[in-house]
């Protein structure tokens, strides 16, 4: 079983740019897909980006696409997320996850493996 930290989270102001680093160990991230999903107060917590594996196809949530960038590493056994204009509304924390599928899915209930998340605060 694959296991999953986040980093690089922070505090910001807004039009700011982070770079979220997934590092996994146990396995190699690339027998999966993963996902980047947020989890705002007393919200739910959302898809924001995915990849797939191989073939480096990505997905990302509609308010975030041309601002966020995912990428993978598999020397490194990492996924990023590349963060730029920043906004207040994208302050929540941040969470990776792995799944064994064959494309990335907006369900966090299909991912198998998640982090601890990484808290990103956007101030205006």
């Known amino acids: 079983q694959v296991q999953l930290v986040e980093s690089g989270g922070g505090l910001v102001q807004a039009g700011d740019s982070l770079r979220l680093s997934c590092v996994a160990s146990g396995s190699t991230i690339s027998s999966y897909v993963v996902g980047w999903f947020r989890q705002a107060p007393g919200k739910e917590r959302e898809f924001v980006a995915g990849?797939?594996?191989?073939?480096?196809?990505?997905y990302y949530q509609e308010s975030v696409k041309g601002r966020f960038t995912i990428s993978r590493d598999d020397a490194k056994n990492t996924v990023l997320l590349q963060m730029s204009s920043l906004k207040p509304e994208d302050t929540a924390v941040y969470y990776c996850?792995?799944?064994?599928?064959?494309?990335?899915?907006?369900?966090?209930?299909?991912?198998?493996?998640w982090g601890q998340g990484t808290q990103v605060t956007v101030s205006s």
């Open positions: 996850a792995a799944a064994s599928l064959a494309s990335p899915t907006m369900k966090p209930n299909f991912y198998d493996a």
């Open positions: 990849i797939t594996r191989v073939v480096t196809n990505t």
